[in-house]
C-alpha cells in the first residue's frame, strides 16, 4: 500500500511511525507462552551497554555478523524450550525473563515483539513478525490495541539509531 495511504503514529514528540499493521489489532502476552525467547535476541549498542550494568555479558552474548546477541543455551528442562531444547539464556524455569523479572529491563527488540520495524524512504515503519500470525498466543486476545500503545513496543531510541531493524537473528 502506498505510505500515504497508511496512519501514521506520533509515537514520541516529533517521531513518527508509519503502520502497516490492521488498527484493530490487539496484544496480550499470555503467560507461559515463552515461544518469542526461545531463540537468540539482537543487542542494538545501547542495550549491550545497558545490559553490561546487570550481566555477564561474556557468558551471555555473543557476536555475530558483527553485531551482538544474546546466547541460546540448552536448557536442562522439558518446558520453555524449543525443539532443540534450546532458549534464551535469560528465561528461567519459571518461564519468566531473569532480565525483567529482576531488573525490570529487557532489550528492545524483546519489547517489540510480535510487531517488526524497519525502515523505508528514512522511516519507520511497523508491521507484525509473519511469525508472530504462527506462534505468538497475545494476538488479538485482548481489548489493548497495538496502535493506541505504540510507545509500549518501541523504544524511542529506535529513532536514532541508522539501523533500526529489527528482524536480524542469531
Ligand atoms: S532477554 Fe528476556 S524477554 Fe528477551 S528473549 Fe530473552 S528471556 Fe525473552
Ligand atoms: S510469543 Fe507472544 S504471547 Fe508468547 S511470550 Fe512472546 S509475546 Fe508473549
Redesign the pocket.
Known amino acids: 500500500m502506498d505510505s500515504d495511504e497508511l496512519p501514521r503514529v506520533e509515537v514520541y514528540p516529533g517521531r513518527e511511525a508509519v503502520v502497516e499493521f490492521d488498527p484493530d489489532l490487539t496484544?496480550?502476552?499470555?503467560e507461559g507462552?515463552?515461544?518469542?525467547?526461545q531463540h537468540g535476541v539482537l543487542l542494538y549498542d545501547k542495550d549491550f551497554l545497558e545490559l553490561a550494568e546487570r550481566a555477564d555479558l561474556s557468558a551471555a552474548t555473543t557476536q555475530f555478523r558483527g553485531e551482538d546477541f544474546v546466547i541460546r543455551e540448552e536448557k536442562d528442562r522439558d518446558d520453555h524450550v524449543a525443539d532443540d531444547g534450546a532458549a534464551c539464556y535469560f528465561l528461567r524455569e519459571d518461564g519468566l525473563c531473569e532480565l525483567h523479572a529482576e531488573h525490570d529491563w529487557k532489550p528492545a527488540r524483546c519489547s517489540v515483539?510480535?510487531l517488526e520495524v524497519y525502515l523505508e524512504d528514512g522511516e519507520i515503519r511497523v508491521t507484525t513478525r509473519d511469525k508472530?500470525w504462527e506462534?505468538?498466543?497475545?494476538?488479538n486476545v485482548s481489548d489493548r490495541r497495538v496502535i493506541e500503545n505504540l510507545d509500549a513496543f518501541l523504544p524511542e531510541y529506535l529513532w536514532e539509531l541508522d539501523d533500526p531493524v529489527t528482524k536480524r537473528e542469531l
Open positions: 496484544f496480550e502476552c499470555v507462552c515463552t515461544w518469542c525467547c515483539f510480535p508472530a506462534h505468538c498466543e497475545g494476538m
